[in-house]
């Protein structure tokens, strides 16, 4: 399966889930990377859950904003989920999507970081092997 056009689709239609009722723009990004369809389902849901934790959170008040879908593939796999938003209290605890997060990127062999700037955003990166195709 492509990751490029994958990943392109699920932001269009997370897009167009919003469309009308939001001022955030969803973007995607991806280098040419061809997956299984075992790990393109677990990489659908950790896109999904990201994005909607930044379209939930990231925009208080109808405020714009960006969330940018990364995908590069070099020696490993690097994904990433940025957004221009409030970014997250240090102190908030661990909710269920994130828990999920962290279970699927562990059964792709991968591992989730979070950086935060609270005012400027936040930025979740997978990284996992790069998979034989």
Do not use: W
Not at 33 to 59: C, D, R
Not at 73 to 97: K, W
Not at 103 to 108: I, N, T
């Amino acid at each position: 399966m492509d990751a490029r056009e994958y990943l392109t689709e699920i932001c269009q239609h997370l897009t167009a889930s919003i469309s009308g009722t939001s001022p955030v723009v969803i973007k995607a990004d991806a280098d040419e990377l061809y997956i299984h369809s075992e790990q393109a389902v677990p990489i659908a849901i950790i896109v999904n859950e990201l994005v909607t934790n930044g379209l939930k959170y990231a925009f208080p008040e109808g405020r714009a904003g960006l969330i940018q879908v990364t995908l590069r593939a070099g020696d490993e796999v690097v994904l990433s989920v940025s957004d221009n938003g409030v970014g997250v209290h240090r102190d908030q605890r661990e909710g269920v999507g994130s828990r999920i997060v962290s279970l699927l990127a562990q059964q792709l062999g991968g591992t989730i970081t979070r950086e935060n700037d609270l005012g400027s955003g936040c930025s979740v990166t997978l990284r996992m092997p790069k998979p034989a195709i």
